[in-house]
């Protein structure tokens, strides 16, 4: 037997184990929703994945996940695994609305082991908050984790509306599911806003004074 027909074996055998253990609760969020109530303006939830190229959520629209080393593969469960590396991704969420500001959630669950803690947004980095974690047997395969968390950035705008966000996960990691979210929130007045409000209010007051003059 190849080398090359051994790692594919290996790799299958891998993939049925994780279906018939470790993968369980695929396509259930565990956790509660990090936004709880907020209204969204823009959605998109992958509970399985077609290829380490995908452009259809299923939930949402104008999102894409890019696994960008080679070395992840679809499993039976639709899961993203790389059984002999870490795996890095690029995901994007498209027209989103340009100059408004949002709060930016990335959610994601992962099983047999996890997300590297650090994630960007546009280069701008966020740290992981974790929601659910429990540990599992996966069928003879030894022990692993089953996870939960998002990345979240404040106070984001755009001017391509464009979103396009940076995170790695460590060897032998299940990406199991994804989800991108954006939350409106009132924008933050620039420091010269204040300023120019002042100016009007006081020349306001100064009006009024004067035709109080003038009446008297």
Same mark, same amino acid.
């Given at each position: 037997?190849?080398?090359?027909?051994?790692? &594919?074996?290996?790799?299958?055998?891998?993939?049925?184990?994780?279906?018939?253990?470790?993968?369980?609760?695929?396509?259930?969020?565990?956790?509660? +929703?990090?936004?709880?109530?907020?209204?969204?303006?823009? @959605?998109?939830?992958?509970?399985?994945?077609?290829?380490?190229?995908?452009?259809?959520?299923?939930?949402?629209?104008? $999102?894409?996940?890019?696994?960008?080393? $080679?070395?992840?593969?679809?499993? &039976?469960?639709?899961?993203?695994? &790389?059984?002999?590396?870490?795996?890095?991704?690029?995901?994007?969420?498209?027209?989103?609305?340009?100059?408004?500001?949002?709060?930016?959630?990335?959610?994601?669950?992962?099983? $047999?082991?996890?997300?590297?803690?650090?994630? +960007?947004?546009?280069?701008?980095?966020? +740290?992981?908050?974790? +929601? @659910?974690?429990?540990?599992?047997?996966?069928?003879?395969?030894?022990?692993?984790?089953?996870?939960?968390?998002?990345?979240?950035?404040?106070?984001?705008?755009?001017?391509?509306?464009?979103?396009?966000?940076?995170?790695?996960?460590?060897?032998?990691?299940?990406?199991?599911?994804?989800?991108?979210?954006?939350?409106?929130?009132?924008?933050?007045?620039?420091?010269?806003?204040?300023?120019?409000?002042?100016?009007?209010?006081?020349?306001?007051?100064?009006?009024?004074?004067?035709?109080?003059?003038?009446?008297?």
């Amino acid at each position: 037997m190849t080398l090359t027909t051994k790692l &594919s074996a290996l790799a299958l055998l891998a993939s049925t184990a994780f279906s018939s253990s470790a993968f369980a609760i695929d396509n259930v969020w565990i956790s509660s +929703t990090p936004w709880d109530s907020s209204s969204l303006s823009d @959605y998109a939830e992958w509970h399985t994945f077609d290829s380490t190229a995908d452009s259809t959520p299923d939930f949402g629209a104008n $999102g894409a996940v890019y696994e960008t080393t $080679g070395r992840a593969f679809v499993a &039976s469960t639709g899961n993203l695994y &790389s059984f002999s590396g870490s795996t890095a991704y690029t995901i994007t969420l498209s027209d989103v609305a340009i100059g408004d500001v949002f709060d930016v959630y990335v959610r994601v669950a992962t099983v $047999g082991s996890t997300f590297q803690r650090p994630a +960007t947004l546009d280069g701008i980095e966020a +740290t992981f908050v974790q +929601t @659910y974690y429990a540990t599992q047997e996966f069928g003879g395969f030894g022990g692993g984790y089953l996870e939960e968390g998002y990345w979240k950035w404040e106070n984001v705008s755009t001017a391509n509306g464009w979103l396009v966000f940076n995170l790695n996960a460590n060897a032998h990691t299940g990406f199991d599911q994804l989800a991108l979210a954006t939350v409106a929130v009132a924008a933050v007045p620039e420091p010269s806003t204040y300023g120019m409000v002042a100016i009007g209010l006081g020349l306001i007051g100064f009006i009024g004074r004067q035709r109080k003059r003038q009446i008297g």
